[in-house]
């Protein structure tokens, strides 16, 4: 769907040092999600931002800080029409299947993006330019669990309810130090 900004597209890898594989979007994918479909493999996450880009992935599957590797990404930021992979086999196994959920940011639709903490109970607050109804946080530079809240379920600031990409625990109450869901965006209330 080009007007919300998402595609899902399923390929073959070639097993080479650099692949392109087209995402059908109308502008450069910023964050996008890849599952190897035949083999055991974690989920490996792309985000185009400064601080993260084609250098750079995070597992979905675990809590570790972003990695360096040229084998997912094969050092090469995505373009209006394909995004590169490496030889890494999470993303490019010769004759193995891979799908992969890419999205670009709509204004007032969808927001991809960092920002940076500042170890305070009175966190930031990130403009998304709408209500956001699912949020997805990952430090990047530390070994911490992904963090999910979204406005479905029970739990309304500071008390939503999170669930985790990687761990298998049920999903629990932020307590104290959540965060709030905004009319344009969401407020970090924990350190």
């Known amino acids: 769907n080009t007007e919300a900004g998402f595609s899902v597209v399923s ?4 097993g080479g040092s650099s692949a392109t594989v087209g995402h059908g979007l109308t502008q450069a994918p910023d964050c996008i999600w ?8 974690g989920w490996v ?9 084609p250098a750079k992935f ?9 990695s360096t590797s040229s084998g997912e990404w094969n050092n090469t930021a995505p373009t209006n029409t394909v995004f590169t992979i490496g030889n890494q086999g999470r993303v490019n196994t010769n004759n193995n ?16 993006g960092i920002y940076y903490g500042n170890a305070n109970a009175d966190g930031p607050e990130i403009r998304c330019g ?4 699912f949020i997805l946080i990952k430090n990047t530079a530390d070994a911490e669990f992904w963090t999910l809240i979204d406005n ?4 309304y600031n500071e008390t939503n309810s999170i669930l985790s990409t ?4 049920t999903e629990y109450a932020a307590g104290a130090g959540g965060f709030d869901i905004l009319s344009n965006g969401f407020k970090v209330r924990g350190t």
């Open 11 to 14: 390929y073959t890898g070639n």
């Open 34 to 41: 890849l599952k190897h479909r035949t083999a055991g493999e």
């Open 45 to 53: 996450s792309f985000w185009n931002t400064p601080a993260m880009g």
């Open 58 to 66: 995070l597992g979905f599957n675990s809590t570790g800080a972003a």
């Open 97 to 112: 299947t891979y799908i992969a959920y890419c999205f670009h940011n709509v204004d007032g639709f969808q927001k991809t």
């Open 130 to 133: 709408f209500r956001p109804a």
């Open 152 to 155: 479905k379920r029970l739990g």
């Open 166 to 169: 990687n761990s298998v625990t």
